[in-house]
């Protein structure tokens, strides 16, 4: 397992080294105290398994590296470190693609679970998130396959470049579609979750359990 943590406080470095090691025996660790170094890691063919990114580094704040790193680099999954948990912070970091978003403060077993959930395909947000949002409808069944609420294979490919923060331009090039199509499967997509937009979308999949298929890089 491959992992590239960007974080600049080294001793937040060296804990999430040690929490890797119990989910891996020999993890392949790269670290970039900087969103320049990170970028330029991966700019030179770096593929890690998964990013694990703070929000506040000395040459980035906010989400402006998250954004970068999905639109240059789709195929790597981000999950968000931050002491910085409030809900819209939550949000805005799920919303620019980020596949989890953990709390400098949660505790090891949570932080364990989170990560292993992600690293098999799955989507991990806060609890108390989860519970807000959930707080104005019923709870939702659990489901292991995303094929069980109805979507076609073509509709489950689309929602995971959609889980993934691509816009509808990038979906329809990625997929050989028109834009009438895509936004058809969106619509089918969206409906069947019960919700309006990417974000709630991914809610939804975090309270169901689901965890979507991950595709291949391109070479």
Not at 153 to 180: F, T, Y
């Amino acid at each position: 397992m491959q992992v590239m943590i960007v974080e600049d406080q080294p001793l937040v470095v060296e804990g999430l080294r040690s929490v890797l090691a119990g989910i891996d025996s020999e993890p392949d660790v790269r670290c970039a105290l900087l969103a320049s170094r990170a970028l330029s890691m991966l700019r030179g063919g770096l593929r890690p398994d998964l990013v694990m990114l703070d929000l506040n580094l000395p040459d980035a704040e906010g989400t402006s590296l998250l954004t970068q790193l999905r639109s240059e680099f789709p195929d790597v999954p981000v999950v968000v470190i931050s002491a910085q948990d409030d809900r819209n912070t939550i949000t805005r970091a799920i919303d620019q693609g980020a596949m989890g978003f953990i709390s400098k403060s949660s505790t090891t077993s949570i932080l364990v679970s989170a990560l292993q959930l992600v690293m098999k395909g799955g989507i991990y947000v806060p609890q108390q998130v989860l519970n807000e949002a959930s707080d104005a409808r019923p709870p939702r069944p659990s489901i292991q396959d995303v094929a069980d609420i109805g979507l076609t294979p073509r509709q489950i490919q689309v929602l995971a470049l959609m889980i993934e923060g691509m816009p509808n331009k990038l979906i329809c090039r990625e997929l050989g579609i028109s834009d009438g199509t895509a936004k058809t499967h969106i619509s089918t997509i969206l409906r069947l979750l019960g919700v309006k937009n990417r974000t709630q979308a991914l809610f939804a999949l975090s309270e169901m359990g689901i965890r979507l298929p991950r595709r291949t890089p391109k070479q």
